[in-house]
């Protein structure tokens, strides 16, 4: 009897994963349009300026197809942001978390490098960075947070969230503050949400948007341009 309740209970927990993995966001037709300005390598997707500034390695949010930020990486390579964007298994930077390892290597040239990412993928950055905080200079964390303690780096940390944002855990967020280090820069998009940081439609639990896509990624790609300097 025990073995045949253990076997129904694994089934359910192999049928309750597949439609949680299934339940995924889909890039719109413009995101994947604005791919094909990338150069493909592997598992990433670079998008390359003509004079590059710096490097940023890009790990998507949970459950939302990579091509979905696909926009923020072209805003980025027009501010001089050589950007490569991340795909991930089955679309969750949880299970791939070691994916950044040989990337800055593909373009040697660059000096400064920064990684982060959108809600779990800035999280599954934050805590890669934990252990690579020499090869790094600065997390980028979009609707996210780190759990990973960070403030004896030199590092900087820049948090970008909007006002909107109904699936960003604020009091989560809020216990993090203490995991960064003295360069944390916090920016706040006025009526921005959760899923305009990438272009996949409208996410569960999000609060609505008084301001375009367009005008967050424009004003989000601003904020990290500004680490720069």
Known sequence: MRRYLAAALLLLAVIAGAAYVGDNYDASDAARTAMQHGVHYGHAQAFVPEEIRA?????PGGKVDHAAYAPLMLALRD???LSLLVDMPLDLAVLDMKAADGLRQLYPQVE????????LGGAMAASYLSDHTDEYDALVLL???STADLSRTNLSVLSVYGTQDG????????KCRGNYPQQFVEVVIEGGCHAYFGDYGEQKGDGAASISREAQIEQ???AIEALLK
Request: proline share 0%; hydrophobic share 35%; aromatic share 16%.
């Open 55 to 59: 490097g940023l390695i890009f790990y």
């Open 220 to 222: 989000t790609a601003d």
């Open 112 to 119: 400064r490098w920064m990684i982060g990412g959108h809600s």
């Open 143 to 145: 609707g996210a947070y």
């Open 167 to 174: 699936v960003l855990n604020r009091e989560k967020y809020e």
């Open 79 to 81: 501010r001089g942001i």
